[in-house]
């Protein structure tokens, strides 16, 4: 069997030791990253929390020899390092932050003592490491195996900072943090400023967000009570109107009439044919509904008079709406041949369904008077 050299970076006595040990313990280490990666990405998942990343490391040799050289003296054992094992939470929020501290608090036995918030260290150069840091222990009642005993007694780091954050760090690093050069005062001063430009924009993505929470409720709440006039006609207030299934009543009549099953199906792309039309409020669409779905109706059931179709999709019933709609406007073929492509795309089947729409309408009463 080929012996392994070691590497002799001529380190005093004890912390050669220490090196020792974890080369020792690195598969250890690696075993313990594998678990604690494994239960913070289910445990982020069950509670529901959208994050951006989870990433680990052991440090790498080489690395942990640097610190031990700077540091000479300070540890007296591998056991007083934190930082060997370290797993990193990236958020998309600032606010996510503190939902995730909260998860990592109640799975893992933090060390408070050695845990780090440096959110609140409001240095001139801090934002780059504005990243809350906690030192943590694996409980046995989370992991535990018999073999590897030891699992529950390594201190490891987690952090968690959000991806401005994190990339502001990345650059940081790689700027100057481990290359040892003095970065020049004059650019000094623009990092900080770009800095606190960064911390700007994380705090705002967060206001935006809440801002937009706020308004999908409002518009939840005056949707639910039939405020129609009150909400502007967009994406959010459109698919809140179709969860009160606006459409049934019609739908349901024009399905009895060959005692059909209704094939359930989206109707959100109807909301660029609404505003083609010039509506502006979910009163607009309402309204159309209660003025119209008679003869909507009468359409839809001169179309189906001659089949024996068992099957209708619930768009027949807005369909009908909408050219009903078109034409009382006084459109014609054109105008029903450009609502079925506003709805479906382009393509030759619209012009010829457009036909049989207009052919069928000309025997109803609306479009007589």
């Not at 014609?332 to 089947?349: H, K, P, Q, V």
């Amino acid at each position: 069997m080929e012996q392994v050299i070691n590497k002799d970076y001529g380190l005093p006595p004890k912390e050669t030791l220490i090196l020792e040990e974890y080369r020792e313990q690195h598969i250890v280490f690696e075993k313990l990253l594998r678990i604690v990666k494994r239960i913070l990405r289910e445990s982020i998942q069950e509670n529901k929390i959208y994050i951006n990343a989870i990433e680990g490391r052991v440090k790498a040799e080489d690395s942990l020899a640097g610190k031990l050289e700077r540091k000479s003296g300070k540890y007296n054992s591998l056991s007083d390092l934190t930082d060997i094992l370290g797993v990193r939470v990236i958020t998309f929020y600032s606010d996510e932050v503190d939902k995730i501290a909260a998860l990592v608090g109640r799975i893992f036995t933090i060390d408070w003592e050695n845990s780090i918030d440096k959110r609140k260290m409001h240095e001139i150069h801090s934002f780059g490491y504005n990243s809350l840091h906690y030192i943590c222990k694996l409980p046995r009642e989370k992991y535990f195996d018999p073999n590897y005993p030891q699992l529950n007694e390594i201190r490891f780091e987690v952090q968690m900072r959000t991806a401005l954050q994190h990339v502001w760090s990345v650059l940081d690093h790689d700027t100057g943090y481990k290359s040892g050069f003095e970065v020049p005062r004059e650019y000094l001063r623009n990092l900080n400023r770009l800095a606190g430009m960064l911390e700007l924009v994380d705090e705002q993505f967060c206001l935006i967000r809440s801002g937009i929470n706020d308004y999908r409720r409002q518009v939840q709440s005056l949707v639910s009570s039939g405020s129609f006039d009150e909400i502007e006609l967009n994406g959010d207030s459109f698919s809140n109107y179709l969860e009160l299934r606006p459409f049934d009543a019609l739908n349901k009549r024009i399905a009895s009439i060959n005692q059909a099953e209704i094939h359930e199906t989206s109707l959100s792309r109807f909301l660029s044919v609404f505003a083609s039309f010039g509506f502006k409020t979910l009163g607009d669409i309402d309204r159309l509904i209660k003025r119209d779905s008679e003869d909507a109706y009468q359409l839809a059931a001169f179309q189906l008079a001659n089949t024996d179709l068992d099957i209708i999709n619930s768009s027949l019933g807005v369909i009908s709406l909408c050219a009903v709609h078109v034409l009382k406007q006084g459109g014609g073929m054109l105008e029903l041949t450009r609502f079925l492509e506003d709805l479906n795309g382009a393509s030759a089947n619209n012009k010829h369904r457009a036909e049989g729409l207009l052919r069928v309408a000309q025997n109803l009463s609306f479009m007589k008077k």
